[in-house]
């Protein structure tokens, strides 16, 4: 008997550069919870495009983890690096329309610019492996409503610019990869860090652009370090310890302000995801802007 495909599917899409830091591990159990409390699938792709930043070993030492903590994904994991084709046929669709173009403006040129200035825009160089695709934006307002975050507009022409979609050193960047995985594996809700959240309304011009359907978002509260900066591999986050899976595990839904009651503290990983899974209330984070945990 086959197993209906249900109306939520949900992902965690993590880069092998290094293992799970808090920050990470925090996004997939909400990811996580919110599937399992909606009776969804969770997905899990790793995002190993950015091939000069993959870390030997680091995907094994990812899916251990999310084992470790009882996070089981549905279906086979997704590798970026196996769908290389169906990025290529998505931006000869783009080329083929005229939504792209080619750029030789370096980081350098650039600078600090926040909004890309249009210099390749008419210049017509040629397609080859020393230019980058960037896509053509508008001057229309993106909008959506995320769950967590509320109504978030963008003007892309105004705010973003022109944004690359390949890079010069012909990588495909991860707003497009990212719209480009979302549809192939049938996301219909987003759970992922507020760091991305100025990140969508991009990804939503392309869905657009290529007629996919857009997903729900919901963007989390950022944990950051003593410092207010993100806990990522950059600021040295430490890899998560997972010695003790279950006094983590505690931790971490005492982070995302779920409220366990302290004898759950004792209870399994299993006993601890079931009660979690029962009184997800991702709401409870609607007022937090950033959270910074206290040394364990």
Known sequence: MSVSTPSYIGRFAPSPTGPLHLG????????????????????????????????????????????????QWDCEVYFQSQHLQQYQQSLAKLQRQQWLYACRCSRKKLGNSLVYPGYCRQAGFPDDNTTALRLKTQD???????????????????????????????????????????????????????????STPKQIYLQQLLGYPTPHYLHLPLIVDEHGDKLSKQTLAAP??????????FFLLKLLQ?????????????????????????????????IQPPIL
């Open 24 to 71: 990470s591990l925090s996004t997939a159990l909400a990811s996580y919870l919110d599937a399992r409390y909606h009776k969804g699938f969770w997905r899990l792709r790793i995002d190993d495009l950015d091939t000069p930043r993959n870390v030997t070993g680091a995907t094994d030492t990812i899916l251990h983890c999310l084992q470790r903590f009882g996070l």
């Open 140 to 198: 229309l307002t993106i909008e959506f409503d995320d769950a967590l975050q509320g109504k978030v507009c963008q003007n892309l022409a105004l705010e973003q610019g022109d944004f690359v979609l390949r890079r010069r050193d012909q990588i495909i960047a991860y707003q497009f990869a990212v719209v480009i995985d979302d549809n192939s594996q049938a996301i219909s809700h987003v759970v992922r860090g507020a760091d991305l959240l100025d």
């Open 240 to 249: 998560i310890d997972d010695s003790h899976p279950t006094a983590t595990l």
């Open 258 to 290: 779920q409220n366990p009651p302290e004898n759950l503290l004792s209870a399994s990983i299993q006993q601890q995801l079931n009660w979690a899974i029962a009184h997800w209330q991702p709401q409870a984070l609607q007022k937090v802007r950033a």
